[in-house]
């Protein structure tokens, strides 16, 4: 297998105009007008037009769209595969001269310019050895350090002071959010509870909390080399490792999921539960209904590929493990939303399967609540950030 990075030269300028659009200039005299044939950057209908044009270019090279995930295509009868952001393809072949041969083909309707190996995509720095490709984003972060003049690391992301009273400028501190808000979805997934919980003072935030944010920024350049590793399989097992916790019992809970393919980390995510739960229990139960909709998209599209998957489902706590199986303690759960109850109905199906493991196992622990020191490293292993 070979992989390549493609980049198209002014994508949008290709798509054809179905609506009758005009254009004024300085070239323009009078009440005349520019009609577009093709779009233009600006337009409203360009990233549509965009799509739908280099959709149509793949479908006519024998590719299929994966209809779980629209930058997803797949060719059955060599097993090749792109993936599409924009205007950027990540593509897989069987053998260079596939490549080439598709290369020329697509040449045929774009202006097409081939990066080689992929070593940055997307923001992120890839670095290629013995079967597995290691994602981080050192410049990223050097770079975010920089501009908010950060040049002490520190060993750890949190920063424990109380919550001053005096009020930060908004728009700096939601431009610092946004950006530690993309490292952490892409490649630093211990450090995703820390922002999480800044992004909860997006829209009023207080001195305390850019104090916070400038040690998460700290952390992230004194670990700057790290990120996630990606390993080859010889079988594909999927594994969500689910986790519910709450720095304060007046808080609703938040809910930590962690998507594992094989060994490599895949998907990750830290966000508040949308109810008041009335015990741990519920709590965890209802952060296995959203990892049961993680798996349920992940054997979608895993089944795209013709190799059918049924994901496991990890959880720390055995009353949520239980109550995925059976309706025990009704009188404490009757009260629990029906949609939260979608686990149990995956389970019936045999879509996925519940199981549960020792809380020291469990690596979504880290999205879930503050962990620092030795378990804080015991936990990015696990998560697939080191070797």
């Not at 290369?103 to 992929?118: F, I, M, N, S």
């Not at 920063?159 to 501190?173: G, H, N």
């Not at 493991?357 to 609540?369: H, Q, R, S």
């Amino acid at each position: 297998m070979v992989m390549g990075q493609f980049d198209i030269e002014g994508a949008f300028l290709n798509g054809p105009l179905e609506e009758v659009l005009y254009v004024k200039d300085q070239h323009a005299t009078g009440n005349r007008a520019w009609r577009l044939k093709k779009s233009l950057y600006g337009t409203k209908q360009a990233a549509r037009n965009w799509n739908k044009f280099i959709d149509d270019i793949l479908r006519g090279l024998g590719f299929a769209k994966c209809p779980d995930d629209p930058g997803f295509y797949f060719r059955k009868i060599d097993g090749s595969l792109i993936v599409l952001h924009v205007d950027d393809l990540l593509c897989v072949f069987p053998d260079i001269s596939a490549m080439a041969e598709w290369r020329e083909a697509l040449a045929q309707h774009l202006t097409v310019e081939d990066k080689g190996a992929p070593e940055r995509f997307l923001g992120m720095d890839m670095v290629w050895k013995e079967g597995q490709v290691h994602i981080s984003g050192k410049s990223a972060i050097i770079s975010l350090a920089e501009d908010f003049m950060i040049n002490k690391p520190a060993s750890i992301p949190y920063l424990i002071i109380e919550d001053s009273k005096e009020l930060a400028e908004i728009k700096p501190f939601q431009i610092l959010v946004s950006r530690l808000l993309f490292i952490s979805r892409m490649w630093r997934p211990d450090i995703r509870y820390a922002v999480n919980q800044l992004c909860s003072r997006a829209s009023q935030p207080r001195v305390s909390d850019v104090r916070k944010g400038c040690r998460v920024i700290a952390y992230l350049l004194g670990t700057a080399d790290e990120g996630i590793y990606l390993r080859g399989v010889r079988k594909i097992e999927v594994d969500i490792f689910t986790d519910a916790g709450e720095e304060k019992l007046e808080e609703k809970a938040t809910t930590g999921i962690l998507v594992l393919l094989g060994d490599s980390p895949i998907s990750w995510a830290a966000r508040k539960q949308d109810v008041t739960t009335l015990s741990s229990t519920e709590a965890e139960y209802i952060a296995l209904g959203a990892a049961a909709q993680d798996g349920m998209w992940m054997a979608k599209v895993i089944d795209f590929l013709n190799k059918p998957v049924i994901p496991r489902v990890w959880t720390d706590n055995r009353g949520a493990s239980t109550l995925s199986y059976n309706p025990d303690f009704h009188r404490r759960t009757k009260h629990i939303r029906r949609r939260h109850h979608f686990v149990r109905e995956c389970v019936d199906d045999g879509d996925i399967s519940v199981h549960w493991v020792l809380g020291e196992n469990n690596p979504a622990d880290m999205l879930t609540k503050p962990v620092t020191g030795k378990r804080l490293e015991e936990l990015k292993k696990q998560a697939g950030m080191t070797v």
